[in-house]
């Protein structure tokens, strides 16, 4: 019973998903910008780790920056389990946390994320585009609900 449940709702999320890449096949751009190449930029360093109290946090808990800016984002993974940082919109990343859900194993080879295990270090380089309020969140099953998500606002100071 639960398994064709599962499965009917897995097919009905493939076709949202093509969907969704063919429009960015179509040439639209994210609205949060793109990944950056090497260059003079500033770093910006995250922990990610499990607190004694059973949370799940990102430290800092909140990120900000200018409209146009290039950084190099170097996130730590200090916890004790796998956990991953994904940078979108809030739209995208609840639609995607769905499909994670339901695909726990599912790996990324997006640009604007990272996954790490206990102990690894890893890296974004991103250019910024314009102004608006974005999140940065770790989507693996249980994570988000767990604290693991933070505004990341692209403004002008
Ligand atoms: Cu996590």
Sequence with gaps: MMKSFMLVTAIAFFPALALAAGKHEGGHENPMGMPATDG?????????????????IFEPGELSFAPGETVRLVI?????????????????????KEVMAKFPEMEHDDPNAVRLQPGETGEILWTFGESGEFEFACLIPGHYEAGMHGPLNVTES
């Design 40 to 56: 003079d930029m500033q770093t910006v360093e995250v922990s990610m780790r499990e607190t004694e109290e059973g949370a799940m």
């Design 76 to 96: 730590t993974n200090n916890g004790e389990l796998e956990h991953e940082f994904v940078m979108d919109s809030v739209k995208t990343n609840a639609e995607h």
